[in-house]
């Protein structure tokens, strides 16, 4: 079946430009995390939905970050008003459970944000 | 709050070697553990965890990984390296304050496998 994907692949934004960030995530999965990978580093949690609801928001770096999950399937991640500290690869990723410490993740292929 | 350090930014092996990619772990309650595998421009793909049930953990590829409380280890291998392993690695832990599912990654070991 289908994995999580995400789109675009690749984004370049100015310095100051608002992003959306798209994930959809695998078909029936309750739980979306979002992750934030700089070059060199392992990934950083942002934040946690479970269906519709952003049960953990932790993570966000600032204001400018606002994740949303209306209909508890497709996500977006938006950054306004972007700085070139942002340019990361931001990982998505599924699960089919409610959050349980041993559940497996299945991860998107990411979206790379390189701000100029 | 649990981490996980990965000793070795990078490691070299011949094919058909031994692969050893070490984590440690810190934890103040039991933890649970993974390694993900990842490939280049492609998203993190799990190789496998530790959930309790028992301290060898056979994953995919013929990797495997063994829990060792005493040493707050949990360092995968493989006994035979082949160059399609070459890749990045992380090791993680679950648990973290908040979301119990919440990842909390290593900086990554990345695997070259030369001939």
């Known amino acids: 079946g289908a994995g999580v994907s995400q789109s675009p692949r690749y984004k370049v934004a100015k310095r100051g430009q608002d992003v959306a960030l798209r994930c959809d995530p695998i078909?029936?999965?309750?739980?979306l995390f979002w992750y934030q990978q700089a070059l060199g580093q392992g990934p950083e949690f942002l934040t946690y939905?479970?269906?519709?609801?952003?049960?953990?928001k932790s993570g966000l770096p600032s204001d400018r970050f606002f994740a949303e999950r209306p209909e508890g399937s497709v996500s977006t991640l938006k950054i306004q008003r972007t700085q070139q500290e942002d340019s990361a690869v931001y990982l998505c990723?599924?699960?089919?459970?409610?959050?349980?410490?041993?559940?497996?993740?299945?991860f998107g292929p990411g979206t790379r944000l390189t701000v100029l | 709050a649990q981490s996980v350090t990965q000793l070795g930014s990078h490691v070299s092996v011949s094919e058909g070697a031994l692969v050893l990619l070490r984590c440690n772990y810190s934890?103040?309650?039991?933890?649970?553990l993974f390694w993900y595998v990842q490939y280049p421009n492609q998203g993190l793909q799990l190789l496998l965890k530790?959930?309790?049930?028992?301290?060898l953990v056979k994953g995919i590829n013929g990797f495997e990984a063994e829990f060792k409380k005493s040493e707050t280890s949990f360092h995968l291998t493989k006994p035979s390296a082949h160059m399609s392993d070459a890749a990045e690695y992380f090791c993680a832990v679950s648990g973290a304050t908040g979301t119990a599912s919440k990842l909390t990654f290593g900086t990554g070991t990345r695997l070259q496998v030369t001939l």
């Open positions: 078909s029936g999965h309750v739980s």
């Open positions: 990723a599924s699960s089919p459970t409610s959050g349980g410490f041993t559940d497996t993740q299945y």
């Open positions: 939905f479970q269906n519709e609801a952003q049960l953990d």
């Open positions: 530790y959930t309790s049930a028992a301290t």
């Open positions: 934890s103040s309650v039991p933890p649970y």
